[in-house]
């Protein structure tokens, strides 16, 4: 009998975990497991702002694939997917192509403009390890610059962050612990430096609980991070950014202009014909794309509504880990030649947002309301709880995160 191929595209939380899933849970005879990524490895993106500001240092973000995947078990190709044909069941590769009998499809975001003017040619993204790399050298740059310029420009030492969602803020709440730092190592007074939060929302972290709202306000303000709310961006130039509040526009000089409001799904998968909303497929309950039976949709290119509010579910990472568990038994059920597949059901325990290394806001358990120092440990617990569960013990001590004293 012939054994089924299974394709997982990418190595996000969702694609990987499907992938450790499956290893753990199938024999090396029942099917031929393939994990498809650009990279040798897997990175935490909750991690990325970190690595931006320059405050984690980015091998400790990504880690190997072949560290948490048995390649005996699992087939690993580094290649870059180029399109999937659907009806034919292929994936063309930039090195090569595969035919499958089971797909899944995680191949995570991509930043969405909004059609703003300049944002994708002057605007920095925090969007992978190389680009929050790209981000952290270039602030450093332009602190080096400053003192040996006869007449520096304010544009050097502004650091202009558009949107006041999670990543932008998080981006922030490391920024305010880095400046310092810089400052002292360049030579630089602490008030020449502007780290400036733009978002077109009446609020910073649209949909969060007011009280944690204006806890996270007050903490990174008392830092020195300036916020325009209710402002919108109309522009990126190379000399900064412009945006419009109460009907006026405003042109902030900058160099270093960071892009951290909006993403939609890889635009492959509307390429490739499945029906999509900005790169996400709406999918059945049980993961599966509405035309095709064969093919899953796992993180960022999947779309789930929310029955009791009637909006999306957030592509977060911990959505994403908690699909691959239902993507990764339904594979599983399907290739050996079952019927009963399970409906994904979310379980969301809560939702942490960093403003630092020791501080940091959260809802958990049942709407408990999180500040501060307390806030910041419940944070590193769910990052080392998914290091747990991808590689084990190992992982867990050579990634974690241990440092919960101030």
């Not at 006041?164 to 002292?184: D, H, M, S, W, Y």
């Not at 597949?341 to 309301?369: C, M, R, W, Y």
Request: charged residues 25%.
């Amino acid at each position: 009998m012939k054994k089924p191929n299974i394709v997982i595209l990418g190595a996000g939380y969702g694609g990987i975990m499907t992938a450790v899933k499956l290893q753990k849970s199938m024999g090396v005879n029942e099917a031929n497991i393939s994990l498809v990524n650009k990279h040798s490895y897997h990175y935490q993106t909750t991690w990325l702002h970190e690595n931006a500001a320059g405050t984690l240092h980015h091998d400790r973000t990504r880690i190997q694939i072949k560290d948490v995947i048995d390649t005996s078990k699992v087939n690993f190709l580094q290649d870059t997917v180029i399109s999937i044909q659907p009806d034919e069941k292929k994936v063309t590769l930039e090195n090569t192509a595969l035919v499958y009998d089971y797909l899944v499809i995680g191949l995570g975001f991509e930043a969405e403009t909004f059609g703003i003017p300049g944002l994708k040619e002057h605007a920095f993204g925090i969007k992978n390890i190389n680009s929050s790399r790209l981000i952290r050298q270039h602030i450093e740059y332009n602190f080096a610059k400053y003192n040996n310029l006869k007449n520096p420009g304010e544009e050097l030492l502004n650091i202009v962050v558009g949107g006041a969602g999670f990543t932008g803020i998080e981006f922030v709440g490391e920024l305010a612990n880095r400046v310092p730092e810089l400052c002292k190592e360049y030579d630089i007074p602490r008030e020449k430096v502007r780290i400036i939060n733009v978002e077109a929302a009446p609020t910073a972290l649209p949909g969060f609980d007011p009280a944690l709202v204006e806890y996270a306000m007050n903490s990174l303000e008392s830092r020195g991070v300036e916020f325009k709310i209710g402002a919108m961006i109309k522009e990126v130039t190379p000399e900064g950014l412009v945006y419009e509040k109460d009907e006026q526009r405003v042109e902030i000089p900058s160099n270093t202009v960071v892009w951290a409001a909006g993403v939609r799904g890889n635009s492959i998968v509307e390429e490739s014909g499945f029906e999509a909303m900005r790169g996400r497929v709406k999918v059945r309950e049980d993961m599966r794309t509405p035309d095709y039976d064969d093919v899953f949709v796992v993180g960022d290119c999947a779309l789930i509504i929310n029955e009791e509010t009637d909006r999306p579910y957030p592509p977060t990472a911990q959505m994403a880990i908690q699909q691959a568990d239902t993507v990764a038994h339904n594979v599983k059920v399907l290739a050996r030649g079952e019927k009963e597949l399970e409906p994904f059901e979310p379980n969301l325990q809560g939702t942490v947002a960093s403003l630092g290394h020791d501080d940091a806001i959260g809802v958990v358990f049942n709407d408990k309301k999180l500040f501060g120092w307390s806030a910041s440990v419940m944070k590193k617990v769910i990052d080392n709880r998914y290091l747990l569960k991808l590689g084990g013990i190992g992982l867990l001590l050579k990634k974690g995160k241990f440092n919960i004293f101030r």
